[in-house]
């Protein structure tokens, strides 16, 4: 398994440009999240998905889209990049206790190795 | 409003058990104590969680006092790529999103 992967690595984007931030998964996990982390800080949530065509808001939303159309796939659209935005994101998986009628075994969160954005 | 408190940072000498607390009195009957780790520059790792009894992995020991408003991870030997930060985090079990990374502990260890 390849885990979590995120692309690109690295990024500098102007003031007003949009951009998707990948994530893939091949765990077949339900939940899949963002995080963004800027300097010296910890980790907050941007938006989940809790499975396929599920999306929900996180603590930091806005100026942040995504759609989950398969359960691999979660990617992050920066619709009109702002300097705020200059972070590192992570993206994440796990099993999400909602498969089928017996509870899945962990709910342990797998992290990729971020991307690093920079917004001029 | 964070849920845990931890120090900013600590040291340990190299070989020796590293035992980082954390404190988190108002935890529910239902949150979990969560451990996961940030080596510089890379994602989050999973470490060890627990309920209400101690826990023990191949990474760490978590121990939860009885009235469950406190723990400590234990690295009962620390090397020094255990250099890295360490979050403590209390949430209902499969609530990922309900998770609150905070600043953490940064753990040095030391030669």
């Known amino acids: 398994n390849a885990g979590v992967t995120q692309t690109p690595k690295f990024q500098v984007l102007k003031t007003g440009q949009s951009m998707t931030l990948q994530c893939a998964q091949d765990?077949?996990?339900?939940?899949m999240s963002w995080y963004r982390q800027d300097p010296g800080m910890g980790l907050r949530l941007i938006h989940y998905?809790?499975?396929?065509?599920?999306?929900d808001q996180g603590e930091v939303p806005n100026g942040y889209n995504v759609s989950r159309s398969t359960t691999e796939d979660f990617p992050l659209r920066l619709l009109s990049a702002a300097p705020s935005q200059t972070s590192v994101y992570f993206c994440a998986s796990s099993y999400s206790g909602l498969t089928g009628a017996t509870l899945s075994p962990t709910d342990t969160q797998y992290f990729g190795p971020g991307t690093r954005l920079t917004v001029l | 409003d964070a849920k845990t408190t931890q120090p900013t940072s600590m040291d340990c000498a190299e070989g020796r058990a590293a035992n980082l607390p954390c404190n988190h009195s108002t935890i529910s009957g239902n949150e979990y104590v969560y451990w996961y780790r940030q080596i510089h520059s890379q994602g989050p790792q999973y470490i060890i969680h627990?309920?209400?009894n101690n826990e023990t992995n191949e990474m760490a020991s978590l121990i939860i006092t009885e009235d469950r408003k406190s723990s400590t991870l234990i690295l009962p030997h620390a090397t020094l790529r255990d250099t890295a930060v360490y979050y403590c985090?209390?949430?209902?079990?499969?609530?990922?999103?309900?998770?609150?990374f905070g600043a953490g502990t940064r753990l040095t260890v030391k030669p």
């Open positions: 985090i209390v949430a209902i079990k499969y609530n990922n999103n309900d998770m609150r």
């Open positions: 627990g309920l209400k």
């Open positions: 998905s809790v499975g396929a065509g599920i999306t």
């Open positions: 765990m077949n996990h339900e939940y």
